[in-house]
C-alpha cells in the first residue's frame, strides 16, 4: 500500500477527476504520502479522503491538494511561497518540489516538530518552517509570489493579502458554514477573485501553542 505503484494509481484518479498541470501530479507520484500519516492509517494514505494526524487536525484529500496547488501555479513555475498551516508537512513537501523557495508556517509547536520529522528524510533545502501565528503571515519574509492556506477564515485575511507581491496568487478555503476555494491575485489595480471548488476545511484560527 506505499509503494510507487500505489501512488501511481493516486495520480491516475486525481487526472481522472480533471487535475491537469503535470507538475503537480509528478510532485504526487514523487512524494510518500504515507511517511506523513500515522502507521496506524498508513495503508489509507492514497486513497482520496482526509486523514486525522493529531492535534485535532487533518491531511487534506489528495485532490484538494492537487486542486489548490495546481490553481496557486496557474501553469507558472511557483517562486517564493508561503504555507499557513504546516499540519503533517506533505503539502509543504510538494511545493518545495514545485517552487524556488517555501516559507510553512504552523501555530502548534508539537505539529510542527512532528512535521520536522516526517519532512527529514526528503532533505528538503528549500523549504522552510516556523512556529507563527499564522493569521498574520510572515512580514519578515514577504512579499511572496504564492500564498496558499490550508484552514478556513472567516474572510479573505487582510494580512495576507498585503503581503502578496504584484502579480502573486493566493488560494484560501473562505466561510465560516459553507466554505469554497477562493483563489486571489494582485493586479495593478488592487486583487481579483475567483471561487473555486466547495470545500471543508478546519477553522483558522490565531496565536501560538
Same mark, same amino acid.
Given at each position: ?11 491516475? #484518479? ?15 507520484? +514523487? ?34 491538494? +492537487? ?7 496557474g501553469e507558472?513555475?511557483l517562486g ?35 512535521? #520536522?520529522?516526517?519532512?527529514r528524510s526528503? #532533505? ?61 491575485? #494582485? ?23
Amino acid at each position: 500500500m506505499t509503494s510507487q505503484r500505489t501512488r501511481d494509481r493516486m495520480v491516475a #484518479r486525481l487526472r481522472g477527476k480533471g487535475i491537469r498541470d503535470e507538475a503537480v501530479l509528478a510532485a504526487m507520484a +514523487a512524494i510518500p504520502r504515507h511517511i506523513f500519516i500515522e502507521e496506524a492509517l498508513a495503508s489509507r494514505a492514497y486513497e482520496d479522503t482526509a486523514l486525522p494526524i493529531g492535534f485535532e487536525q487533518t491531511i487534506s484529500q489528495p485532490f484538494v491538494v +492537487a486542486r489548490m496547488v495546481e490553481a496557486l501555479r496557474g501553469e507558472a513555475r511557483l517562486g517564493h511561497v508561503l504555507e499557513i498551516g504546516t499540519g503533517c508537512g506533505y503539502q509543504a513537501a510538494l511545493l518545495a518540489r514545485l517552487a524556488t523557495e517555501v516559507y510553512s508556517v504552523e501555530r502548534i509547536a508539537g505539529l510542527l516538530e512532528k512535521a #520536522r520529522g516526517n519532512l527529514r528524510s526528503l #532533505r528538503l533545502s528549500n523549504l522552510r518552517l516556523v512556529h507563527a501565528d499564522g493569521t498574520r503571515g510572515l512580514p519578515e519574509a514577504a512579499p511572496f509570489d504564492g500564498i496558499i492556506v490550508a484552514a478556513a477564515a472567516p474572510g479573505v485575511p487582510g494580512a495576507l493579502l498585503q503581503q502578496l507581491a504584484p502579480g502573486g496568487r493566493m488560494i484560501v478555503p473562505v466561510g465560516s458554514g459553507d466554505q469554497a476555494l477562493c483563489l486571489i491575485e #494582485r493586479t495593478p489595480s488592487g486583487f481579483t477573485e475567483k471561487w473555486l471548488d466547495a470545500v471543508r476545511f478546519v477553522p483558522l484560527r490565531g496565536g501560538k501553542q
